[in-house]
């Protein structure tokens, strides 16, 4: 009897400690979790509901069915804009060939580095709204920057940028490269001065050039790197607002309109709740599968160990 | 002989090197050019005259044209040649080809109309910094406030995310606990889902508690973030665990443990996080955008894109305007920029 109340005492202790224990963990889990739960996990499930319905806020919402996802996969002007997020995408490997020339040539041992990194780091701090607003200012076809020196240099009808539907989206696309490139230069330099310096040694001495030490030594060890900085590209891709608010409102003739400002339009200016959340939805299945694909792809390059 | 071969062949590598070095120095220069031309040229125009930016070719320095008052009508002075010599002068009347102008001199005008060639007459400019365009911008939209705005939401979005982040990252790397890696994995599992996915159903829940246009709406969707709670998880995961057993013996609590022992440990992480969080909540605009509709709730960034609505084609304000902006954080950076660079580009590869 008694070895039997030892244990259920003991036992009942262990339950005690256990639930104490649980306590002191969800105590310290409270904040965030509630947090996590209200603004996250609520909201990601509300807006799977919301694409399935029709709604305006103020009348009675309406369960469509999928009729939301129909009306998108026949929306020219949805297909138009994601065409627009998609070329605004090949913005990145430019930028990235730009930010990988600068990381070369800073991984030079050279006096005043740090001069040139704080100078290159100098957009990347600024806020986009404000280089936004700065570059439509350069973008001005009459008076701005950019078209006076093109004038200068002797190019007597340079383009009309920002008011051009041919000529928008290189615009927007050269200011990510201005802004993003220091950046990603630093992201390169820290990976570059991570290759074993004794790969580049071998490589001399089976005669390599410089070329091919760049092209079978430097490029594939930066894969990771490269695979970082796509990933990060194309997700902010698929989320660019900001700028286009400023720069364009989404024009001319909506050639610069994105997605997420598609979904703004929808959700915000005419309250389309619905429709927005299925944009969203979709927006969300895209990114994933190309975050996936990227991964897959990637991992079996990333892979890689020095001896 | 072959001394000097090897000699003259280390001096030739020698300069080829410095010719490298030199092409490579002149590419990062002309890049820097680049780089901050923008820049300069957004301060320039900030404080130019409005009818001023519209020169062709655009000029960097600002400077007005200097008028001079006679009989108690102003004019602008012009610059001209006289009988071989330069002189400055007041224009009096313009016809087809030529101008009447007499001689400005030692402050006075010469009462004697000559005759110029009207092609011949340049603005006589000075170089003047016109600050007035920074206190009509500062004015016109209240910046002050936008600035007040952005540091409380700032501040508190910072903190709150810091603080509900570490104390998760605590449980999650230390405690023992129902669930953890069950709701470790959801976290996880929400991490890539887009802003735009629960901004719709967030906006219809503020608006239901009638928060709209408040500082809640503002802070507190920004409290709370699993990537934050994730990144400080592993970094304490890699804080070795013999100080706080020892605390643990001497029977401190674990919130004790938590406050005096992991989070001095964890000041780097903690460091990263901060400016990561500020950086991001100090140049957020969509969601400040979506949630304010009144001027005195704006932040800055929001606060900015409603002056260029108001300015549209005012570009000296429009630049006084993004300077004020500006200034600020490359201020912080400047005098920062070691502990800047590294945060942003830690949370970077760590994200």
């Known amino acids: ?307 | 002989m072959d001394y000097l071969d090897k000699s003259l062949s280390r001096k030739h590598k020698f300069n080829r090197f410095l010719q490298e070095k030199v092409l490579i120095l002149l590419i990062l220069v002309l890049g820097s050019v680049l780089m901050i031309a923008p820049f300069i040229w957004m301060l320039s125009t900030s404080l130019k005259e409005p009818g001023a930016v519209f020169t062709y070719p655009p000029e960097w320095i600002p400077a007005s044209h200097i008028t001079v008052t006679y009989q108690d009508t102003e004019y602008g002075l012009y610059k001209v040649m006289v009988n071989g010599k330069e002189e400055k002068v007041i224009k009096i009347k313009v016809f087809k080809n030529d101008a009447d102008v007499m001689i400005y001199r030692d402050g006075k005008v010469i009462e004697e109309v000559i005759k110029v060639p009207a092609n011949e007459l340049k603005e006589f400019k000075k170089i003047k910094f016109l600050w007035r365009n920074y206190i009509e911008a500062w004015n016109a939209v209240p910046f002050g406030r936008f600035f007040l705005n952005s540091i409380i939401v700032g501040l508190c979005i910072t903190f709150g995310q810091v603080f509900t982040s570490s104390l998760a990252a605590y449980a999650f790397a230390r405690l023992n606990f129902k669930l953890r890696d069950q709701i470790f994995l959801g976290y996880l599992g929400t991490m890539m889902i887009p802003g735009t996915v629960t901004m719709i159903p967030v906006f219809i829940l503020l608006k239901l508690m009638g928060w709209i246009d408040t500082y809640q709406a503002l802070i507190l969707p920004g409290m709370f973030s699993a990537y934050g709670t994730f990144m400080l998880r592993q970094f304490f995961l890699g804080i070795p665990k013999d100080l706080e057993e020892s605390a643990f013996i001497d029977g401190a609590s674990k919130f004790t443990i938590y406050l005096k022992i992991i989070l001095p440990l964890s000041k780097p992480a903690l460091a990263t996080l901060t400016t990561f969080v500020f950086m991001g909540s100090w140049n957020d605009f969509m969601w400040p955008l979506i949630v304010t509709n009144s001027m005195e709730m704006k932040t800055l960034p929001v606060g900015l894109a409603a002056f260029q609505g108001l300015y549209t084609t005012n570009w000296t304000l429009l630049m006084a305007a993004t300077v004020i902006v500006l200034i600020p954080v490359l201020m912080v950076y400047i005098f920062n920029q070691r502990y800047f660079v590294k945060g942003i580009v830690l949370s970077g590869l760590k994200g």
């Open chain 1, 1 to 307: 009897m008694a070895v039997i109340k030892l244990v259920q005492t003991r036992s009942k202790l262990y339950k005690m400690q256990f639930l104490k224990d649980n306590l002191t963990a969800y105590a310290f889990l409270g904040p965030n979790i509630l947090g996590f739960l209200t603004f996250t996990l609520l909201p990601v499930l509300a807006s799977l509901v919301l694409a399935f319905a029709e709604w305006d806020i103020l009348t009675a919402p309406k369960f469509v069915g999928f009729a939301n996802f129909w009306t998108l996969l026949q929306d020219k002007l949805f297909w138009k804009y994601f065409s627009n997020t998609i070329y605004f995408m090949l913005g990145i490997p430019v930028g990235m060939a730009v930010s990988l020339i600068l990381a070369l040539l800073m991984n030079n041992k050279l006096k005043g580095i740090v001069i040139f990194r704080t100078v290159y780091f100098l957009p990347v701090v600024s806020s986009m709204i404000a280089v936004a607003l700065l570059w439509r200012w350069i973008y001005n076809p009459d008076f701005g920057l950019l078209n006076s020196f093109l004038r200068w240099i002797g190019i007597i009808n340079p383009p009309q940028w920002l008011s051009s539907k041919i000529w928008a989206k290189p615009a927007i696309m050269i200011m990510w490269v201005w802004k993003g490139a220091g950046y990603n230069m630093l992201l390169y330099l820290a990976a570059l001065q991570g290759i074993p310096q004794q790969l580049y040694e071998a490589a001399s001495i089976d005669g390599a050039s410089a070329w091919q030490r760049f092209w079978h030594i430097t490029l594939p060890m930066l894969g990771p790197t490269n695979f970082f900085i796509v990933i990060m590209g194309i997700i902010g891709g698929f989320q660019t607002f900001g700028e286009i608010y400023v720069m364009t409102g989404g024009g001319p003739a909506g050639s610069t309109t994105t997605i997420v400002y598609y979904i703004y339009n929808n959700a915000f200016q005419w309250f389309k709740m619905g429709y927005a959340s299925s944009i969203a939805w979709f927006l969300f299945i895209i990114i994933f599968i190309a975050t996936l694909l990227q991964w897959k792809y990637a991992g079996q390059k990333v892979e890689y160990s020095v001896g």
